[in-house]
């Protein structure tokens, strides 16, 4: 690969209100002086509790909000940050004391099953909302090498040999050495996925995908309209070559899932999307929602109300709860008589089934999990972790270009870099990990009844007051509301366990077990298995297992 695709500003293209109906306006791109190609500052806590007695606080720009006259909707739109941001960094920095107190990891087990690996700063496009700030341009002196990358997934295979390695940037297919990595991953028997924006996959890279071991990849795709998302991508074109990248994947035989990352100025797209996403054949559609950190920090979030309206939905189109939604009643407080409001009426009153088997996730938006529970408490939804809520920092990591390793990609707390530490010792013993394993909650957070099922993005609360251990913001349910008693599920993923076929499979069943994330199978193995028998079957084909994902809202997918 000799050269990247050249990032082009909105100002090429910029759309005013009447051109997009809308009256908002698509993001801008950051000025040049913002990118000199450093990476996005990764603050690293001490290796040693003890030594832990602040975190630095990422901290935005000044303000420049514009007023619903400016805009003609009230919300701001995503923009390009202020000329003041210093050269090559996304945001200024200053330390904070921590405001509750430091816990080392506990005994309790905590695997890391998967882990998001960003192997470069390096991206063809500039998105707005982008966490790493990542860019054409970057500077790669500082990533890992390509032994240093065979000796990390070495040792994160002492921790885990199942693990679910999702590779990506920055844009991944710019790493010269990318099918290399992927393929000694392979090797080791772990689960490969690329996470991509599409514009660089096409029939060549799907083909190395299949002959280095890579099952799969996350495409991302942020409106069905090709303008909108190629604005908020900064790249002409760039929304025809996510979706060209879900057909050569598709006729590769490889699975993809779309992610779509939502704000305020492309929330009224999620109805759509799961149309398209359906469309596309993707086995899943995650909806990745706003931590503003990297470059999303110039970025409006929707409000909490927003946020459990949509939430409301998406779990009402995956078929939880009965009849039809009615959370445009139930959120809005006005009598099903009363017409909808405008925006809501025509793209949101959706029936019951339009996701259609396919799974929809709702990302860093741990609150997604309690809407579902006060829906419907047995959804099979809400299958859980054994110790609920959010999985960063519990069986789930990310490791930086640099090495550096933090419980999400949208944290920049880092608990330790691996050119200095190795894996397994940074996963067992660094303080934010154990922070995170039995937390001390502040704020409504720790007041609140599903403390254990949902518990709030640790990333938001971060990124909006300097403390991973306060409340999330972006959530509107007041503690106490279902009851004093705090809510806890049963343990019903048991990852880890052998598999131990006990039926018959068909060669095409085993097949598409492989889909599976490596350390799930066993675990899926026997579910399925006890669905056989409860309807009389002894041996295991693909249509049972199609019946199987039809029955269980298609939860057993191969991409994370």
Same mark, same amino acid.
């Given at each position: 690969?000799?050269?990247?695709?050249?990032?082009?500003?909105?100002?090429?293209?910029?759309?005013?209100?009447?051109?997009?109906?809308?009256?908002?306006?698509?993001?801008?791109?950051?000025?040049?002086?913002?990118?000199?190609?450093?990476?996005?500052?990764?603050?690293?806590?001490?290796?040693?509790?003890?030594?832990?007695?602040?975190?630095?606080?990422?901290?935005?720009?000044?303000?420049?909000?514009?007023?619903?006259?400016?805009?003609?909707?009230?919300?701001?739109?995503?923009?390009?940050?202020?000329?003041?941001?210093?050269?090559?960094?996304?945001?200024?920095?200053?330390?904070?004391?921590?405001?509750?107190?430091?816990?080392?990891?506990?005994?309790?087990?905590?695997?890391?099953?998967?882990?998001?690996?960003?192997?470069?700063?390096?991206?063809?496009?500039?998105?707005?909302?982008?966490?790493?700030?990542?860019?054409?341009?970057?500077?790669?002196?500082?990533?890992?090498?390509?032994?240093?990358?065979?000796?990390?997934?070495?040792?994160?295979?002492?921790?885990?040999?199942?693990?679910?390695?999702?590779?990506?940037?920055?844009?991944?297919?710019?790493?010269?050495?990318?099918?290399?990595?992927?393929?000694?991953?392979?090797?080791?028997?772990?689960?490969?996925?690329?996470?991509?924006?599409? /514009?660089?996959?096409?029939?060549?890279?799907?083909?190395?995908?299949?002959?280095?071991?890579?099952?799969?990849?996350?495409?991302?795709?942020?409106?069905?309209?090709?303008?909108?998302?190629?604005?908020?991508?900064?790249?002409?074109?760039?929304?025809?070559?996510?979706?060209?990248?879900?057909?050569?994947?598709?006729?590769?035989?490889?699975?993809?899932?779309?992610?779509?990352?939502?704000?305020?100025?492309? /929330?009224?797209?999620?109805?759509?999307?799961?149309?398209?996403?359906?469309?596309?054949?993707?086995?899943?559609?995650?909806?990745?929602?706003?931590?503003?950190?990297?470059?999303?920090?110039?970025?409006?979030?929707?409000?909490?109300?927003?946020?459990?309206?949509?939430?409301?939905?998406?779990?009402?189109?995956?078929?939880?709860?009965?009849?039809?939604?009615?959370?445009?009643?139930?959120?809005?407080?006005?009598?099903?008589?009363?017409?909808?409001?405008?925006?809501?009426?025509?793209?949101?009153?959706?029936?019951?089934?339009?996701?259609?088997?396919?799974?929809?996730?709702?990302?860093?938006?741990?609150?997604?999990?309690?809407?579902?529970?006060?829906?419907?408490?047995?959804?099979?939804?809400?299958?859980?972790?054994?110790?609920?809520?959010?999985?960063?920092?519990?069986?789930?990591?990310?490791?930086?270009?640099?090495?550096?390793?933090?419980?999400?990609?949208?944290?920049?707390?880092?608990?330790?870099?691996?050119?200095?530490?190795?894996?397994?010792?940074?996963?067992?013993?660094?303080?934010?990990?154990?922070?995170?394993?039995?937390?001390?909650?502040?704020?409504?957070?720790?007041?609140?009844?599903?403390?254990?099922?949902?518990?709030?993005?640790?990333?938001?609360?971060?990124?909006?007051?300097?403390?991973?251990?306060?409340?999330?913001?972006?959530?509107?349910?007041?503690?106490?509301?279902?009851?004093?008693?705090?809510?806890?599920?049963?343990?019903?993923?048991?990852?880890?366990?052998?598999?131990?076929?006990?039926?018959?499979?068909?060669?095409?069943?085993?097949?598409?077990?492989?889909?599976?994330?490596?350390?799930?199978?066993?675990?899926?193995?026997?579910?399925?298995?006890?669905?056989?028998?409860?309807?009389?079957?002894?041996?295991?084909?693909?249509?049972?297992?199609?019946?199987?994902?039809?029955?269980?809202?298609?939860?057993?997918?191969?991409?994370?």
């Amino acid at each position: 690969m000799r050269g990247v695709d050249r990032c082009v500003g909105p100002s090429e293209r910029e759309a005013t209100a009447s051109e997009r109906g809308t009256g908002r306006r698509p993001p801008a791109r950051p000025p040049p002086d913002t990118r000199h190609g450093l990476a996005p500052r990764v603050e690293t806590l001490p290796a040693t509790p003890d030594a832990l007695r602040g975190v630095d606080r990422c901290v935005g720009p000044s303000e420049r909000e514009a007023t619903a006259g400016e805009r003609g909707t009230g919300r701001r739109p995503p923009g390009r940050p202020p000329p003041d941001t210093p050269h090559g960094l996304a945001s200024r920095v200053r330390t904070l004391p921590v405001t509750s107190s430091t816990s080392p990891t506990p005994a309790a087990p905590y695997t890391a099953y998967s882990v998001s690996w960003n192997l470069t700063q390096r991206c063809n496009l500039e998105c707005a909302h982008c966490y790493m700030s990542a860019f054409a341009g970057a500077d790669t002196r500082g990533e890992l090498t390509t032994d240093e990358c065979r000796r990390v997934i070495d040792e994160i295979a002492t921790v885990n040999p199942n693990v679910f390695l999702i590779l990506t940037g920055g844009e991944p297919l710019l790493r010269r050495d990318i099918w290399d990595v992927a393929a000694y991953a392979s090797e080791k028997r772990f689960t490969t996925v690329f996470g991509t924006n599409g /514009v660089l996959l096409r029939e060549r890279e799907a083909r190395l995908m299949r002959e280095r071991g890579v099952l799969g990849a996350s495409i991302s795709l942020d409106s069905t309209d090709p303008e909108k998302h190629d604005a908020f991508r900064h790249l002409p074109n760039a929304w025809e070559g996510a979706v060209r990248a879900t057909k050569v994947l598709t006729d590769a035989g490889l699975d993809f899932s779309l992610h779509m990352s939502v704000t305020d100025w492309n /929330v009224d797209d999620v109805p759509a999307m799961i149309d398209l996403a359906r469309d596309l054949g993707a086995k899943v559609l995650n909806f990745f929602f706003l931590v503003r950190t990297g470059r999303g920090k110039d970025l409006t979030d929707i409000d909490a109300a927003a946020y459990e309206r949509i939430l409301t939905y998406l779990a009402e189109v995956q078929g939880v709860g009965q009849g039809p939604p009615t959370w445009v009643q139930r959120m809005l407080g006005r009598a099903p008589s009363e017409p909808a409001p405008s925006g809501f009426e025509d793209p949101w009153s959706t029936p019951v089934g339009r996701a259609d088997g396919l799974l929809i996730r709702a990302k860093c938006a741990p609150h997604f999990r309690r809407i579902i529970y006060q829906l419907n408490p047995a959804s099979p939804l809400l299958k859980n972790y054994a110790h609920g809520s959010c999985p960063a920092g519990k069986y789930y990591c990310r490791i930086t270009p640099e090495g550096d390793v933090t419980p999400c990609p949208y944290m920049p707390v880092a608990a330790g870099n691996l050119r200095r530490t190795s894996f397994a010792e940074l996963w067992r013993q660094a303080p934010v990990f154990g922070d995170l394993r039995e937390p001390k909650l502040g704020g409504r957070c720790g007041a609140c009844e599903f403390s254990k099922v949902c518990g709030g993005c640790r990333c938001r609360a971060y990124a909006t007051y300097g403390d991973y251990l306060a409340e999330d913001p972006a959530c509107g349910y007041q503690p106490g509301a279902h009851g004093g008693e705090v809510i806890e599920l049963p343990a019903t993923l048991t990852f880890g366990l052998p598999v131990d076929y006990e039926l018959a499979w068909d060669p095409a069943a085993r097949e598409r077990l492989q889909a599976i994330p490596s350390f799930a199978r066993g675990m899926v193995v026997k579910a399925v298995e006890a669905y056989a028998r409860g309807q009389g079957a002894t041996r295991i084909t693909p249509a049972l297992l199609a019946d199987v994902r039809q029955r269980w809202g298609g939860r057993f997918r191969s991409q994370g």
